[in-house]
């Protein structure tokens, strides 16, 4: 099955400095890549996403990049707040709507 | 517009006994995804229910089966729990369609087995 790794498992940097969290997949079929991001005790929200078909995608300060070929994904937060820290979490899937297979998560702090 | 639902939030078990989690998805989904996330992990895929019937499944034990309703809410059932069943079980859903689909979660049931 998809095996997802999430790398670092703790990031600590200062305000609007910026972030990269970086994931790699071991399925070839998986075509759909989703950040999720987790506040202590709250339900993932999805924050951004991109397919295969797609190199990179913005939203604001977030971006994701894909390297098919190599079979792995980054997530880059620019001029980062302390409203940005939580756990933060990478998935890989065949299809969007199918079995998310996640990483392991990267706990992201940001000090003022 | 409710989004994903859950009950209840909190549930203390003892090994050997069963549960029941419910779970009512955001208005106008019909797909309904379970996944079990242990302390300090990423949430893991247990199954998918779609059109009543369990669509995909992740690599759980029997011990773990689910039931979609015509109402597209769902439930998962764990029996003879274990210490390790002890976890935030979180329900997401989705609408089945060709296009991209972003599966929205529920605020989980957090399970403790004794």
């Known amino acids: 099955g998809e095996n997802v790794e999430q790398h670092p498992s703790t990031l600590s940097v200062q305000e609007g400095d910026s972030a990269v969290i970086k994931c790699t997949y071991s399925?070839?079929?998986?075509?759909?890549f989703p950040w999720y991001k987790q506040e202590l005790g709250k339900r993932p929200q999805l924050i951004i996403d991109?397919?295969?078909?797609?190199g990179e995608k913005k939203d604001q300060r977030i971006a994701v990049t894909l390297n098919k070929t190599a079979k792995h994904f980054s997530l880059h937060i620019t001029e980062t707040q302390p409203e940005d820290s939580a756990v933060y979490f990478c998935?890989?899937?065949?299809?969007?709507?199918?079995?998310?297979?996640f990483g392991k998560g990267t706990s992201l702090l940001v000090t003022p | 517009d409710a989004g994903v639902t859950q009950s209840p939030t909190h549930l203390i078990k003892t090994r050997g006994q069963q549960v029941t989690l419910r779970c009512s998805p955001k208005?106008?989904?019909?797909?309904v995804s379970w996944y079990q996330q242990a302390l300090g992990q990423g949430p893991q895929f247990i199954f998918q229910?779609?059109?009543?019937?369990?669509?995909q499944r992740g690599n759980f034990p029997d011990r773990f089966s689910g039931h979609q309703f015509p109402n597209y809410s769902s439930e998962l059932n764990v029996n003879a729990l274990l210490l390790g069943d002890s976890a935030l079980y979180l329900c997401?859903?989705?609408?089945?369609?060709?296009?991209?689909?972003?599966?929205?979660f529920g605020p989980g049931t957090r399970l403790t087995v004794t």
């Open positions: 399925d070839s079929a998986s075509n759909y």
């Open positions: 229910y779609y059109e009543e019937e369990e669509r």
């Open positions: 991109i397919r295969s078909n797609v």
């Open positions: 997401a859903s989705s609408l089945n369609r060709l296009t991209i689909v972003e599966q929205y």
């Open positions: 208005s106008g989904h019909d797909t």
């Open positions: 998935a890989a899937s065949v299809n969007s709507g199918y079995a998310l297979n």
